[in-house]
């Protein structure tokens, strides 16, 4: 199976070579030239497999590069109980007569962001040694708090690579924080960038496409890449988990095998979203999907209206994970949805960095009219949810997740779908103590870990251990830079 670039170079890769580079030269996102299929039977036989199972075979059908053998050997070192605990990594929990829970905050770090960011250095020192690159890689990551945890959990000490984070400062709960700042490991760097997330990201964006800079760090023996969602490699390990939360539900007699369900995806960069369209369009039988944002509602006018517009304001919320006001990974959608249209989406994306906003045409709007739904929860319909999950279904859910299942309200109110519907849940509540005590009503005095412990003790659930050691932790990176230092900073950290 080969790549190409969504801004079209005309260039065709391969899975290993699309891994290793990240962004496309051109500054377009790779996407597979045609997509796999999963049939019936496959998911029939996937139904007896397990996790780790279920996801090697999804990434066998994308990750051409890579045998079966490997892909199974990665999985099984990736999915299993030390780091995701518990019998399965991704559980399907039922809720109520239509809504069920995919679980995929089971990781290290605590987010959905671990089934990719623990998966991705085995993929891609792989992709290294396959395509010959001896270079040591520099992954930049720019982080709106949960990505930057997951890549440094996922790299550090990992030999022929390094990595650095950029997190805005202020702009994640203090565990977050915490959790990148106190980060172990010789390979690693963490900075706060005065801004916002868009900030960071921009940031990070413009050093990639820094053709003299590339040659600067490539003259020292290094190669520049991405853990962002813009990477292939963090997209694709996302498919398997849509396909298993399909199986589980057959499996629980939830749904017969051929029914087509619903899922909800509490959004930010579209990442998590766009890989549940992929495993659509391979044939995973879903009807809806229902993209759930905060007030940063760019993407519900989107969906909605065909024009994107970034030029509003930006709203620090209770779900700081999807404070973003550009979706780097809607490029890919807009893709699929003009049919490969290369110069268009070029287009769409010049108007973008230039005027902050673009229209798509109305034959793109309507056929993603025909597969999406949007919506977005602000700070008080989202701490509501909170409460009312707990106090109905004694489920506590964190602020991510409860923009979903708000949205989630809003859509079947709206139009009474009845149909069997997976929410997905992106982070612990334990990450973020303070909005959770606050939904359910609680003092949110003290620190961060007085909440921690204080809602251990009214919800009677243990915190992630990975959460609660973080009080006896030092914190090893302070630096706060402007936006503009970002380059300059990486050149010093890697002495060149
Ligand atoms: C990253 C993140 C999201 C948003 O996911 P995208 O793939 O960026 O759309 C949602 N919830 C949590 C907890 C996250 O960490």
Same mark, same amino acid.
């Given at each position: *199976?080969?790549?190409?670039? =969504?801004?079209?170079?005309?260039?065709?890769?391969?899975?290993?070579?699309?891994?290793?580079?990240?962004?496309?030269? @051109?500054?377009?996102?790779?996407?597979? =030239?045609?997509?796999?299929?999963?049939?019936?039977?496959?998911?029939? *036989? *996937?139904?007896?497999?397990?996790?780790?199972?279920?996801?090697?075979?999804?990434?066998?059908?994308?990750?051409?590069? +890579?045998?079966?053998?490997?892909?199974?050997?990665?999985?099984?070192?990736?999915?299993?109980?030390?780091?995701?605990?518990?019998?399965?990594?991704?559980?399907?929990?039922?809720?109520?007569?239509?809504?069920?829970?995919?679980?995929?905050?089971?990781?290290?770090?605590?987010?959905?962001? /671990?089934?990719?960011?623990?998966?991705?250095?085995?993929?891609?020192?792989?992709?290294?040694?396959?395509?010959?690159? =001896?270079?040591?890689? %520099?992954? #930049?990551?720019?982080?709106?708090?949960?990505?930057?945890?997951?890549?440094?959990?996922?790299? $550090?000490?990992?030999?022929?690579?390094?990595? $650095? %984070?950029?997190?805005?400062?202020?702009? =994640?709960?203090?565990?977050?924080?915490?959790?990148?700042?106190?980060?172990?490991?010789?390979?690693?760097?963490?900075?706060?960038?005065?801004?916002?997330? @868009?900030?960071?990201?921009?940031?990070?964006?413009?050093?990639?496409?820094?053709?003299?800079?590339?040659?600067?760090?490539?003259?020292?023996?290094?190669?520049?890449?991405?853990?962002?969602?813009?990477?292939?490699?963090? #997209?694709?390990?996302?498919?398997? !988990? +849509?396909?298993?939360?399909?199986? @589980?539900?057959?499996?629980?007699?939830?749904?017969? &095998?051929?029914?087509?369900?619903? %899922?909800? %995806?509490?959004?930010?960069?579209?990442?998590?979203?766009?890989?549940?369209?992929?495993?659509?369009?391979?044939?995973?039988?879903?009807?809806?999907?229902?993209?759930?944002?905060?007030?940063?509602?760019?993407?519900?006018?989107?969906?909605?209206?065909?024009?994107?517009?970034?030029?509003?304001?930006? !709203?620090?919320?209770?779900?700081?994970?999807?404070?973003?006001?550009?979706?780097?990974?809607?490029?890919?959608?807009? !893709?699929? &949805?003009?049919?490969?249209?290369?110069?268009?989406?070029?287009?769409? *994306?010049?108007?973008?960095?230039?005027?902050?906003?673009?229209?798509?045409? @109305?034959?793109?709007?309507?056929?993603?009219?025909?597969?999406?739904?949007?919506? !977005? $929860?602000?700070?008080?319909?989202?701490?509501?949810?909170?409460?009312?999950?707990?106090?109905?279904?004694?489920?506590?859910?964190?602020?991510?997740?409860?923009?979903?299942? /708000?949205?989630?309200?809003?859509?079947?109110?709206?139009?009474?779908?009845?149909?069997?519907?997976?929410?997905?849940?992106?982070?612990?509540?334990?990450?973020?103590?303070?909005?959770?005590?606050? $939904?359910?009503?609680?003092?949110?005095?003290?620190?961060?870990?007085?909440?921690?412990?204080?809602?251990?003790?009214?919800?009677?659930?243990?915190?992630?251990?990975?959460?609660?050691?973080?009080?006896?932790?030092?914190?090893?990176?302070?630096?706060?830079?402007?936006?503009? /230092?970002?380059?300059?900073?990486?050149?010093?950290?890697?002495?060149?």
């Amino acid at each position: *199976m080969k790549y190409t670039s =969504t801004r079209g170079d005309g260039k065709r890769i391969s899975s290993a070579e699309a891994i290793v580079a990240g962004l496309a030269p @051109d500054g377009g996102l790779y996407l597979p =030239t045609s997509l796999p299929v999963f049939s019936r039977g496959e998911l029939q *036989m *996937m139904l007896r497999l397990s996790y780790p199972q279920r996801a090697a075979r999804v990434l066998s059908q994308f990750l051409t590069d +890579y045998t079966l053998e490997e892909l199974e050997d990665y999985t099984a070192r990736t999915y299993n109980a030390t780091k995701f605990g518990g019998n399965t990594p991704a559980p399907v929990r039922p809720l109520t007569e239509h809504a069920n829970v995919l679980e995929l905050y089971h990781g290290p770090t605590c987010a959905f962001k /671990d089934f990719a960011l623990q998966m991705l250095p085995l993929l891609l020192t792989g992709a290294l040694k396959k395509i010959g690159e =001896t270079r040591t890689i %520099v992954i #930049l990551t720019a982080t709106s708090g949960d990505t930057g945890k997951a890549a440094l959990e996922g790299f $550090a000490g990992v030999d022929g690579t390094r990595i $650095a %984070v950029f997190y805005p400062e202020g702009g =994640t709960s203090p565990i977050q924080r915490l959790q990148m700042t106190t980060q172990t490991g010789d390979n690693v760097m963490v900075y706060a960038v005065k801004g916002n997330f @868009d900030d960071a990201q921009n940031g990070v964006k413009k050093i990639f496409s820094d053709a003299a800079f590339h040659q600067q760090v490539s003259d020292k023996g290094y190669l520049l890449s991405s853990a962002n969602s813009i990477n292939w490699g963090r #997209l694709a390990p996302q498919i398997a !988990y +849509y396909v298993s939360g399909y199986c @589980d539900l057959v499996s629980q007699e939830r749904i017969a &095998m051929g029914d087509p369900i619903n %899922v909800v %995806v509490p959004t930010g960069n579209f990442g998590n979203i766009l890989a549940c369209y992929i495993a659509k369009c391979c044939g995973l039988p879903i009807g809806r999907l229902i993209c759930a944002s905060n007030e940063n509602n760019v993407l519900t006018e989107f969906l909605k209206t065909g024009i994107y517009n970034r030029n509003r304001r930006f !709203y620090t919320t209770a779900s700081p994970s999807m404070d973003i006001l550009v979706s780097s990974n809607l490029e890919r959608l807009l !893709y699929l &949805m003009c049919n490969g249209n290369c110069k268009k989406v070029s287009g769409y *994306m010049q108007k973008l960095n230039e005027t902050g906003t673009y229209q798509i045409d @109305d034959e793109m709007l309507a056929r993603i009219h025909n597969e999406f739904s949007a919506g !977005y $929860a602000d700070d008080e319909a989202t701490l509501e949810m909170i409460h009312t999950m707990n106090s109905k279904y004694n489920y506590l859910m964190d602020t991510h997740t409860a923009v979903a299942f /708000d949205v989630y309200r809003q859509y079947v109110q709206e139009t009474g779908d009845p149909s069997t519907t997976l929410l997905v849940s992106t982070a612990s509540p334990f990450k973020f103590p303070a909005s959770v005590l606050n $939904a359910l009503g609680q003092s949110t005095s003290g620190d961060d870990f007085h909440q921690l412990d204080r809602l251990c003790e009214i919800s009677g659930l243990q915190a992630p251990e990975s959460l609660s050691t973080l009080r006896a932790k030092t914190e090893r990176f302070t630096t706060v830079i402007p936006p503009e /230092d970002m380059k300059v900073s990486i050149a010093s950290w890697l002495n060149i």
